[in-house]
């Protein structure tokens, strides 16, 4: 089945830096891919997703990229805010089904 | 944009209680809906998918006696927690589609808490 990685695990940034979140998966069927973030208590929300066929896809502050050949895609977001903090979660579909990362524990200091 | 409403958003019982979960498409038909778990500081853990008119498909682990699913509707599909125990507290989430394939919309989970 697929299997999804996901790093780092926590990641700090200062306001106004970038943040990169990576991800892995295994299954080369696999062909969309989205990004949830996930503030505490709360469902998560789709804030971006790119399909197999696009290489990056970008969306004012966040950009997503993605490399077939060796599986992985990252989540990028430039000049961050406080309100960027939160657990952001990558998915490759499986199938009908997703399978997610563990998460990123994104701080955003002020 | 696509909306799922879940019910109700947060609820305590006691050991041994059933609880039942409503996940409702609003504005769309969903022939499929998905039920997840997240224990506090985890990844979202896919429990079955719903298939509207047939049994649901269980992942490996999870007690189909246990978590029943009923997808009677286009628009509902319901997790009961039969027996429920301090064990099966946790976050209870639902996903569905508009379209197969595409990013789904969660809804706003249950926090389930069993005393």
């Known amino acids: 089945g697929e299997n999804v990685e996901q790093h780092p695990s926590t990641l700090s940034v200062q306001e106004g830096d970038s943040a990169v979140i990576k991800c892995t998966y295994s299954d080369s069927a696999s062909n969309y891919f989205p990004w949830y973030k996930q503030e505490l208590g709360k469902r998560p929300q789709l804030i971006i997703d790119i399909r197999s066929n696009v290489g990056e896809k970008k969306d004012q502050r966040i950009a997503v990229t993605l490399n077939k050949t060796a599986k992985h895609f990252s989540l990028h977001i430039t000049e961050t805010q406080p309100e960027d903090s939160a657990v952001y979660f990558c998915a490759a579909n499986y199938g009908q089904n997703f399978v997610f990362g563990p998460g990123t524990r994104l701080s955003v200091l002020p | 944009g696509a909306v799922v409403s879940q019910h109700p958003s947060w609820v305590i019982c006691k050991s041994g209680t059933s609880v039942k979960i409503e996940c409702r498409s609003l504005?769309?038909?969903?022939?499929?809906m998905f039920w997840y778990r997240q224990f506090p500081k985890q990844s979202l853990m896919l429990m079955a998918t719903s298939n509207e008119g047939s049994k649901a498909t269980y992942e490996q682990g999870v007690e189909k006696d246990k978590f029943l699913i009923n997808h009677a509707s286009l628009t509902l599909s319901t997790l009961t927690v039969t027996s429920a125990h301090p064990e099966d507290s946790s976050f209870y989430i639902c996903s569905a589609s508009r379209e197969t394939g595409n990013g789904y919309t969660f809804g706003s989970g249950t926090r389930l808490t069993v005393v």
């Open positions: 504005d769309f038909q969903a022939t499929t």
